[in-house]
Nanobody, 117 residues
């Protein structure tokens, strides 16, 4: 049973920054592509950013240039640095593996990000 523990969310003003962390209790973490997802109230969960096992990154257009995903395989942790935050970034953020099949592990509790003045 894989456990995903997200942290680092909070309340921040527009233009502010947050750094999210997600630790995965899984063997061979380095072999998995990982992603950060978010779900805003009343909306479907969406993929925000992904990072392959080799470190190649990709981003949704809505966050490109503002968010940076990274990983520390030794710590089995994936990060999301979020800068220039906007109110529309408000959501619960989750991490999970990222596979073409869409297969995911059980979701963690997520971390709430609220961008408001």
């Amino acid at each position: 049973q894989v456990q995903l523990v997200e942290s680092g969310g909070g309340l921040v003003q527009p233009g502010g920054s947050l750094r999210l962390s997600c630790r995965a209790s899984v063997s061979f973490f380095s072999s998995y592509a990982m992603g950060w997802y978010r779900q805003a109230p009343g909306k479907q969960r969406e993929l925000v950013s992904g990072i392959t096992s080799g470190g190649t990154t990709n981003y949704a257009d809505s966050v490109k240039g503002r968010f940076t995903i990274s990983r520390d395989n030794a710590k089995k942790t994936v990060f999301l640095q979020m800068n220039s935050l906007k109110p529309e970034d408000t959501a619960v953020y989750y991490c999970n593996k990222k596979e073409l099949s869409g297969s995911v592990w059980n979701w963690g509790q997520g971390t709430q990000v609220t961008v408001s003045s």
